[in-house]
């Protein structure tokens, strides 16, 4: 059976075939003497697709409402839900297309790796939620043990600028010295800074964003999905129930009718009435059920695309809160960098200025025994 | 007693006194009929300085080379080496005048703080010079410190880049955050080559500048310095001895004298002949060995400059070298950064493209589901 090309709409329909529409908006077409019910296009009698016949075991006519024409299933349910299949539809358009989004891509349960249990896609995109809360996490942890590293460094570095060594350099030698101790102290103290300011810009945002709430709202959203597909199940249930009572009921108004046509039996017409009229009434039945089912279905359906698209918002504001952050990380650093760097300014300077001649006179000052030099002696 | 201004040079000696020579090159004036010396410049005979008489016991007129006149000391000996008195000598110009030259500086000994023995001038300038030594080996110790604590850093960031936190980010945000954590590993990288540098550039240096042979060399000044003190000090004793041989012959040539003038004695003239040679040549005996003491003096004196002017060199250098090593540390610290901010540039260009939604089509692309929109069911 060849799909219909989209130009086909364009030619008008052969006689005695109308176009109607389906209840979720899908055009099909009957044959007004044959009653035939097709999804296809009918063409030209010679190229018109094999045409399906309804008919009961008598040979009699029978009206089957499209889609579901009974032989040729135009639609197929997994896990309860109602997916149709691919020959007997029309190419169905992305809701939201070129967005890659969930409410698109995530209606069919997955068999789990091992194979024995199914996921739901909703599952999926849960999971995913609170993969990406795990992510978070992790990173902040990743910062707290980067802090730990600068803390220790810059202990280290406070320490060693208190060691006296060479404390004894005097003069602008000493000085400079001295300074250049002071510097690592000071060193210290950019780094203390930046793990102070990584701890309150970078580690407790990533931490406290969305906090424990965000694990609660998922489980709702998690058991109002499921709740919606465990309606879905039950309302499958009673369909097939109602349609086995429906089969019950014609199969046994088919025999009476054998029966009153053979004269088989005492049947009068009476039990023939009574019988058709339950056959209509289980039919009803099985209408009614299947409402029931449609509108459970497209409950679900509604929440799928709301959830999906408010879990979809809820992973773009994760994944840009987490791009701000990891940027004020990379401007912390660049800040002490640049004020590391500012430590060795007092250093250079007093570097400069270091003048053996005037150390020279320092000392001397200090330290000289006498300037009085030795005479000749004499007799 | 008011030492000579200046211009009293212009003024012409007064009468009878004549201008003189010393051996190390200073002024002394000799008065011609009374064979007075003095080192102070005679003024007209109203203003002129008390005279100072040479004599001998029994007031014979005796010529005694300045500037030791005997009975008035115009110079003492303090350990052996020979000062003038501050009243005796014309101003010593420095012989390296605003240099505060240790030449200059370092002629006489000094007591130890304790008290009990004393220390050259130039003891205290060697000294000087094992404390450089002492604190070169101090910086080097630093610098080594500096590294460890540098290659530390260094490791803890390096193990941290390769912990596994939140390595399940994909996307563009999992590929920032890959660099992030990559970026230790180059930082780490950065400080190891920082603690490289220091040890080659800084470290060694400062350890090896001058290395063993120093501590040698400066022991064979210290000993030869030391060498030419003791000789100093017997050929003071030399002097001394001489000294009292001449006075014992004096006295004995005198007492001979007397005797013969009061015909005391049977001394004859013969004795009194000898004894006078014995005098006499106990007068060249001292002469002979303050001369001795002079030149070995003088030895001591020209060591003393030339050494001393050596070690000022020496120090100059040391300074000089500290100085630049102490640079090139600030110049590595500059470097590293500045390298270390580099790591950060890949960072940021992978967070400026962090895109939430090419993220979601590639997770969605891997996790979807199904596409196919569930429909009504039908009857």
Redesign the interface.
């Given at each position: 059976v060849v799909p219909p090309s989209p130009e086909a709409d364009n030619v008008p329909l052969p006689v005695g075939w109308k176009c109607y529409m389906?209840?979720?908006g899908?055009k099909y077409y009957v044959n007004t003497s044959s009653k035939e019910t097709t999804w296809e296009r009918p063409c030209t009698p010679a190229a018109a697709p094999k045409p399906v016949r309804t008919h009961n075991n008598s040979g009699n006519p029978m009206l089957?409402?499209?889609?579901?024409i009974f032989g040729l299933e135009?639609?197929c349910?997994i896990n309860f839900?109602?997916?149709?299949l691919p020959h007997s539809?029309p190419e169905?358009q992305?809701?939201k297309p070129s967005?890659?989004?969930?409410c698109?891509?995530?209606?069919?349960?997955?068999k789990d790796p091992q194979g024995t249990t199914t996921v739901?896609?909703f599952e999926?995109l849960l999971q995913?939620q609170l993969?990406g809360k795990q992510?978070?996490k992790?990173?902040a942890?990743?910062i707290r043990?980067?802090i730990k590293?600068e803390e220790?460094?810059a202990k280290?570095?406070s320490k060693?600028s208190q060691?006296p060594?060479?404390a004894?350099?005097e003069g602008t030698?000493g000085e400079?010295?001295a300074q250049?101790?002071k510097s690592?102290a000071d060193e210290a103290e950019v780094h203390l800074k930046f793990s102070s300011k990584l701890q309150s810009e970078v580690e407790k945002p990533l931490l406290t964003f969305r906090g424990d709430n965000f694990k609660k709202d998922m489980k709702k959203y998690d058991h109002h999905i499921a709740d919606l597909r465990k309606q879905l199940v039950s309302r499958y249930a009673a369909?097939e129930k109602a349609r086995k009572a429906l089969a019950d009921r014609q199969k046994d108004l088919e025999v009476k009718t054998q029966q009153l046509e053979i004269k088989l039996s005492n049947k009068t017409e009476e039990d023939i009435k009574k019988a058709r009229r339950k056959s209509t009434q289980a039919g009803d039945d099985?209408?009614r059920c299947?409402d029931l089912?449609?509108q459970a279905?497209?409950k679900w359906?509604e929440e799928m695309v709301t959830t999906s698209l408010e879990l979809?918002r809820l992973?773009?504001e994760r994944?840009?809160m987490?791009?701000q952050h990891?940027?004020q990380?990379?401007t912390l650093?660049?800040e002490t960098?640049?004020f590391?760097?500012s430590t060795?300014e007092p250093?250079?300077q007093l570097?400069q200025s270091?003048d053996?001649?005037k150390?020279?006179?320092l000392?001397?000052?200090e330290?000289?025994?006498?300037?009085?030099?030795?005479?000749?002696?004499?007799?």
């Open positions: 389906s209840a979720e899908r089957v409402f499209p889609p579901h135009m639609s349910h839900v109602t997916f149709p539809t169905q992305l809701l967005e890659w989004s969930y698109d891509y995530f209606w069919a349960d997955k739901s896609g999926v995913k993969k992510m978070q992790e990173m942890e990743f043990e980067r590293i220790e460094y280290n570095l060693l060691i060594l060479a004894q350099e030698l400079a010295w250049l101790k690592l369909v099985l209408m299947v089912y449609n279905q497209s359906f979809e992973e773009v994944v840009e987490i791009q990891l940027r990380y990379t650093r660049r960098d640049m590391n760097q060795l250093v250079d570097l270091v053996p001649a150390d020279r006179e000392w001397v000052r330290h000289k025994t006498g300037d009085l030099r030795p005479v000749d002696m004499d007799i």
